[in-house]
């Protein structure tokens, strides 16, 4: 396991020695971030706008009392979207997307020996097909985290409003009674840290892949378990961090 830990903090330093112009860099990190990024709009807006319609309607259901307001729904649905489910869940949603495509993709790059052909070249091969990833990862995910929160919160007021748990004054009143707004830095610093944790684990995964097609695939596999992992020991220990 220490190997293991040893190997992956030698990698992350190759990131940083002999690199590449900035130039080059620039223009893989704008096709980084549409792989990342963009490519990913569809798939986390579709999970958390439902995930916020659920939470609102899962959430009502258990807080059926006389006593309990009915704007402590939408309050409950805005505090668990700002600090868990925009960044926590809708990373492990990302480590299934991102964190098996960038492991695949450098792993078929090692196996077909595309990365020796960089190293012959003279290029970091680590440098120059990994660090565009990582910081395309850090800058998309915590965007992705913000418009996941603004649709976790949008899909609690649609579910809210149309099966008739609450009004929309409710449902606003609940959502603006006392706001944190330190909550919306916390899970946009969460997504950061996640993106980081997702996309060196999986390129290290991916980079140091041996055999062949089969290889791959488990390097895809352990590359998402890991990151998963990651996201979740990362979420308790910032979560003591930064509360």
Known sequence: MFEIIGEFFIFLGKLFTRRETPKVYWKRFIDECVTIGTDSIVIVSIVAFFIGAVTCVQTYANLVSPIIPTYVVSNVVRDMTLLELSSTFMCVVLAGKVGSNIASELGTMRISEQIDALEVMGINSASYLVLPKLLAAMFTFPLLAILSG??????????GTLTGIMTPDEYIYGIRYSFIPSNVMIGIIKAFVFGFLIATI??????NTKG?????????????TNSCIAVLCADYLLAELLT
Do not use: C, D, N, R
């Open 150 to 159: 603004f649709l976790g919160i949008f899909g609690g007021y649609i579910a």
């Open 202 to 207: 999986s390129a290290f995964k991916g980079y």
């Open 212 to 224: 062949g097609a089969l290889e791959v695939g488990q390097s895809s596999t352990s590359a998402v």
